[in-house]
């Protein structure tokens, strides 16, 4: 296969992703200030699958898409109202948060163990920035922004990474011996 259509094969993959990240985004579990949402999962899952550089395409192109009024985001919302708004900072930290997980993957290796780790690093990289951002366009205090937009999704954070670790090394796996993926 050709480097060019090995390129174009990883970019519609990650078109695919960024699709899946819109998909999952609508499974929500409402609260206050911040809801709970398949979207993190979800970007664990492509930069599980797809390494540092096409994750990290894929998150882009999924905030592109809700940036220009695809709703693509939490509640089928989208627009630079969202990304601006007080959950802005949990759909930016997306991007350091893919490109950590991939990175870290491909300096270790695609394994369980290793994929873990990155998607709980990548768990605390989304928090803290979607945290800092809450602080500040919400203007609370930090100890109110810290329990509105980090402590009630810890619990489910540590499921995801797990979730997105085992099915992410499973499909990953199952693409790459298909030659569905570009290793």
């Known amino acids: 296969m050709t480097d060019s259509s090995s390129r174009l094969k990883m970019m519609i993959v990650s078109a695919l992703f960024a699709a899946i990240i819109g998909i999952m985004a609508q499974l929500t579990i409402p609260l206050p200030l911040v809801p709970i949402t398949g979207q993190t999962l979800a970007v664990g899952l492509a ?14 192109v999924y905030l592109m898409m809700g940036a220009v009024g695809i709703p693509v985001f939490s509640g089928m919302s989208s627009g630079l109202g969202v990304i601006f708004g007080p959950t802005g900072g949990f759909l930016i930290g997306f991007i350091p948060a893919a490109f950590i997980t991939g990175y870290y993957m491909e300096r270790t290796s695609f394994t369980l163990p290793q994929a873990l780790v990155a998607n709980i690093i990548a768990m605390f990289v989304t928090l803290i ?54 290793a």
């Open 129 to 182: 920035f979607g945290t800092v951002w809450l602080k500040f366009v919400a203007e609370l205090s930090w100890t109110a922004a810290f329990m509105a937009g980090f402590v009630p999704f810890l619990i489910g954070g540590f499921i995801k990474a797990f979730l997105a670790a085992w099915a992410g090394i499973l499909v990953r796996g199952r693409l790459l011996a298909n030659r569905l993926l570009i």
């Open 47 to 60: 930069a599980t699958i797809l390494g540092s550089r096409y994750g990290t395409i894929s998150v882009l």
